[in-house]
């Protein structure tokens, strides 16, 4: 398999961490429900290709989200493999939460909006009733020597309110890990963000005081800019990305969020660079294109088409 000639570019960090999605975020939005048995698989199939950190699940009501009604059986058919410090699930509630502890989950992550119209379609609730509701369960997470996630989404855009102002974006962030979440997660949720947009939010949180080795970027490539945003926030000090296999991905609350950046795409151009990300190209490009087989339709990531033939 073809490999990116190794160019190393100056200002270029060591390693970059790759936040997996594909598992939880990837599969939520598939009409036809993922059998427990394939999620499991692809769980175990992208921790064989040395992605470390993989977001399993979200213990989100079923009427919700249906594709994730197995959170629990999929948990405990990992066994060990979901239990780790880096096999975070997502907890909407303090509902969530205890399901999660139940099973020995020891990495959560809580799911915020910049937006009120977001707040109110995703969490019934407005952008500062929001922080009531998480705060008992960011408390409980953290008594409980959790690790804790928070995501903001509609970071950069939203479909029903248009352009976020950027210091309304970082208010919202700034509260959310003043709740002592350990990482905040900078959702592009509809694939709008640009790289000097990303560059502005970037200065905004630094000014209030929240540091870009507590920050993780969320890029959907809805005008194909994901991969663009992601090397401008690994430029400007962030070292935390979220992708996708095979950039699978979308949101159900959403529906002009397409996939994630694939986590394919981004290996390439990280690797080319020379920058370690621990993943074998060659088994996760594998893993995508068996995962779009279950799926029944081709892997939208340009690498695993140009890798496999497809």
């Known amino acids: 398999m073809r490999k990116p000639q190794l160019e190393p570019m100056s200002g270029a960090p060591d390693r970059v961490t790759i936040y997996e999605v594909g598992a939880r975020d990837g599969l939520q939005n598939e009409k036809s429900l993922v059998p427990v048995e394939v999620k499991a698989e692809f769980v175990r199939r992208l921790l064989g290709a040395g992605l470390e950190t993989v977001e399993i699940t979200s213990f989100v009501s079923p009427r919700w989200v249906p594709q994730l009604a197995d ?40 799911f915020g909006s910049a937006t009120e119209t977001f707040a ?47 210091d309304q974006v970082a208010d919202v962030c700034r509260r959310m890990m003043d709740l002592g979440a350990d990482q905040l997660s900078l959702g592009d949720t509809i694939g709008v963000a640009t790289p000097g947009h990303v560059g502005r939010l970037l200065e905004a949180l630094d000014a209030r005081g929240i540091a870009t080795d507590q920050i993780a970027v969320h890029f959907h490539d809805t005008y194909g800019q994901a991969l663009a ?24 609350y959403a529906r002009s969020a397409t996939g994630n950046l694939a986590t394919e795409d981004l290996v390439w151009a990280l690797h080319g660079m020379g920058v370690e990300t621990g993943v074998d190209l060659e088994r996760l490009v594998a893993t995508s294109v068996w995962m779009s087989e279950q799926l029944g339709r081709p892997s939208p990531s340009r690498v695993v088409k140009a890798l496999s033939g497809e």
């Not at 408390?139 to 804790?148: F, V």
């Not at 996630?149 to 976020?164: I, L, Q, T």
């Not at 992601?230 to 996708?244: C, K, M, P």
Request: hydrophobic letters at 45%.
């Open 120 to 166: 109110a379609r995703n969490l019934s609730s407005t952008v500062l009733d929001q922080f009531t509701m998480f705060e008992p369960v960011a408390k409980r997470a953290k008594d409980d020597g959790l690790w804790l996630r928070a995501y903001v989404s509609m970071c950069f855009g939203d479909p029903w309110e248009g352009d976020v102002p950027v």
């Open 229 to 252: 945003n992601a090397l401008e926030a690994i430029r400007l000090g962030v070292r935390t990305i979220d992708a996708s296999a095979g950039g699978l991905g979308g949101c159900p």
């Open 71 to 110: 959170a629990a059986e999929l948990v405990s058919s990992l066994g060990e493999l979901a239990l780790g410090t880096h096999r975070p699930v997502l907890v909407p509630n303090e509902k969530g939460l205890d399901r999660a502890l139940d099973l020995g989950v020891s990495s959560v992550a809580i």
